[in-house]
């Protein structure tokens, strides 16, 4: 999450929601492995994972509108546009907020 932030405030906001959508991923596998001591499944999914870890709807929507910029940021052919017209500080800071929902999210259940 921290590269995240980090990138954000370089105004990096491509790499910023590309690192959102891996902390978001990290933290739902790390729940998984937790509750069930294997390893969780190798998907980018971010719904599947969510529903796995028994997430709410709200959070299943934000993975949802999550999901998708795993492919998008990774690949820029993906997109079908420069990424640098999709992303801006607006669009960081909110999928920025949202990760870091399910970030917390995930860190209460661990306990």
Known sequence: MTIAEHNHERRDYE???????????????????????????????????????????????????????????RYPDAAGVLTTEIYDGRISLAFLRGTKEVLKWCRNRLR
């Open 15 to 73: 790499a910023a929601v590309f690192y959102c959508e891996q902390a978001a991923q990290k933290a739902l596998k790390a729940l998984l492995l937790h509750r069930t001591s294997t390893t969780p499944p190798k998907i980018h999914n971010l719904v599947e994972l969510g529903r796995m870890a028994g997430a709410d709807a709200r959070m299943l929507d934000f993975l949802a509108e999550l999901t998708p910029h795993y492919m998008m940021t």
